[in-house]
Nanobody
Framework: VQLQASGGGLVQAGGSLRLSCAAS????????VAWFRQAPGKERDFVGV????????SLADSVKGRFTISRDNAKKTADLQMNSLNPEDTAVYYC?????????????????????WGQGTLVTVSS
């Protein structure tokens, strides 16, 4: 499966952005899709995941209550709605997919668990 992330941009603190991950070359309903982010000089961090088979979602504590993750298998997209953004959310956001399935409550996931990656989209939050 090939992934393409889009929707990044520059936003003021307190604003919102919606990122979208479009899949091609595969049946999205058979993949779990996660969002990770990587700030300059830092490791790639887990943001959230939507699992295949029931659409269970989990979010990192740092974004819980502000971000939501959703999927539309028919449209082959998985979106990340980001509200109440702050400068600490500035990063390149990546979507990734795996055939693995996840239960709820994951606060973090290892990026190595995901075999398929999009190219990343930059989110910059100004103060």
């Amino acid at each position: 499966v090939q992934l393409q992330a889009s929707g990044g941009g520059l936003v003021q603190a307190g604003g919102s952005l919606r990122l979208s991950c479009a899949a091609s070359g595969g049946t999205l309903s058979l993949y779990s899709v996660a969002w990770f982010r990587q700030a300059p000089g830092k490791e790639r961090d887990f943001v959230g995941v939507t699992s295949w088979g029931g659409g269970v979602t989990s979010l990192a504590d740092s974004v819980k209550g502000r971000f939501t993750i959703s999927r539309d298998n028919a449209k082959k997209t998985a979106d990340l709605q980001m509200n109440s953004l702050n400068p600490e959310d500035t990063a390149v956001y990546y979507c990734a997919a795996t055939r693995g399935r996840f239960s709820s409550g994951h606060k973090t996931l290892n990026p190595n668990a995901f075999a398929y990656w999009g190219q990343g989209t930059l989110v910059t939050v100004s103060s």
